[in-house]
């Protein structure tokens, strides 16, 4: 049995998990910013950095708690160490080599994106879902990335695509904020989507290259901005009471939403179907839309993986569900890890 203490603070969640053999979860904590970033309709990284500092400590006392662990049972310290904001990243790797230190334990420097992706393995105790299979096409879609990867085995990625513009989730957030709608903008769109008609604006699909896995969505955010303009609404000084009331929201949402599940959905089953993937995996933020679920799910002809939506938005589970293959191959960081904000997948 190896217990893995998983740390995750790239962007504005605190994040401590202890994760038994790459995934049973036994605690996994989670202090969110939520609150504080939605006065400003985003993420502000000082105030990121300065509230990961505050909650650091009481959550990874927490988890270790719930998961009624003690030092000596812990064999690893795990911790996200790119991409994300770097004075974010940089409170929980100095917490980790702190306590890799003082404790003694081995530590290991995961990649967040590969944390998304790994998602995929974690579940209840007694669960037995299927075991991930390689090979496996990801599609990773959070608030700052939008990667396409093949991967042939545990850490052997190639990236096939990604976005040229806005990230997946950052076009959501963006499209909310046009809308009326509060931060982050997601789960707000979706909610909106479920009563509105996704056929009654038509909203534009870039396909860029026949020969390239990239998306963009930039075109996208304008086709919507304009429409918004067109419906009478000052998108420079409106306040969001006025967007909501003015507009039909439900339907802008639901009409912007299936063009980016459309967009997903076909690049992902076409990597998949193209590189011959056993499985597709889907992680980050975004994968938390049940739409993008059940639309990858009804066009791809394979098993579709995707974490419960609280495990496919930022957690610690998945960053020690990630090392647990790492540390079985014998990697480890030391002390002079340090953080990269631009950390690719591949
Ligand atoms: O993975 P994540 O928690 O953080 C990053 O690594 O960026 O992703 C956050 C992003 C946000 O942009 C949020 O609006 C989006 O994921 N998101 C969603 C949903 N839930 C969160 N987008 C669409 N539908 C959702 N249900
Ligand atoms: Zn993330």
Known sequence: MTRILGIE???????????RDGQEIESNVIASQTDLHARYGGVMPEQASRAHLRAILPTLDEALAQAHADWDTIDAIAVTHGPGLAGALLVGVNVAKGL???????LLGINHLEGHVYANWLRAPDARPDEPAF???????SGG??????ATGHGQYRRLGRTRDDAAGEAFDKVARMLGLGFPGG????????AGDPKRFKFPRAW???DSWDVSFSGLKTAVLHQVRDLGVDTDHASAQERRAH???ADLAASFQAAVVDVLATRAVGAARTFGATQLALGGGVAANRTLLRTVEERAQLPVLCPPPALCTDNAA??????FFRFRTGERADLTLDVDPGLPIA
Do not use: N
């Open 208 to 210: 860029l290259e026949a």
């Open 145 to 150: 990335h939008t990667d396409l990867v093949a």
């Open 318 to 323: 998945m960053i020690a569900a990630a090392a």
């Open 9 to 19: 603070t790239s962007c504005d969640e605190t994040a401590v998990a202890v994760v």
């Open 247 to 249: 507009l039909p929201v």
């Open 100 to 106: 890799a230190f003082a404790r003694r334990k081995p």
């Open 187 to 194: 789960p707000a769109i979706e909610r909106e989507a479920v």
């Open 135 to 141: 090979p496996m096409v990801g599609l990773i879609v």
